[in-house]
Nanobody, 124 residues
């Protein structure tokens, strides 16, 4: 049974927006931090953003700071990644994952759970 299920990827023009969602169980959301990662062909995996499960603190990679927002829907077991001002270099498969509750080293440590991934293409 999938623990994390992503949706919301697709094709968007540069400068456009997309919202990714990650549905998770209450058990996972009550303990873990929730991270978003991406991997483009031929590139290493990148930790994009993280939402602490302990106090709600958010973290962003420099490459997306000011353009992406991570949040949990009110009363929902879903974590979102709102992506604005998208650029061609944002093209990748995006994954959500259950990580350290404080998001410690979320970009370099292996998460405990992964979603299946969703493709984001930014192109004119």
């Amino acid at each position: 049974q999938a623990q994390l299920v992503e949706s919301g990827g697709g094709l968007v023009q540069p400068g456009g927006s997309l919202s990714l969602s990650c549905a998770a169980s209450e058990v996972i959301l009550s303990y873990y931090g929730m991270g978003w990662f991406r991997q483009a062909p031929g590139k290493e995996r990148e930790g994009v953003s993280c939402l602490s499960g302990r106090d709600g603190t958010t973290f962003y990679a420099d490459s997306v700071k000011g353009r992406f927002t991570i949040y949990r829907g009110n009363g929902e077991n879903t974590v979102y990644l709102q992506m604005n001002s998208l650029r061609p270099e944002d093209t990748a498969v995006y994954y959500c994952a259950a990580v350290d509750p404080d998001c410690s080293d979320y970009g370099s440590n292996d998460p405990d759970y992964w979603g299946q991934g969703t493709q984001v293409n930014v192109s004119s």
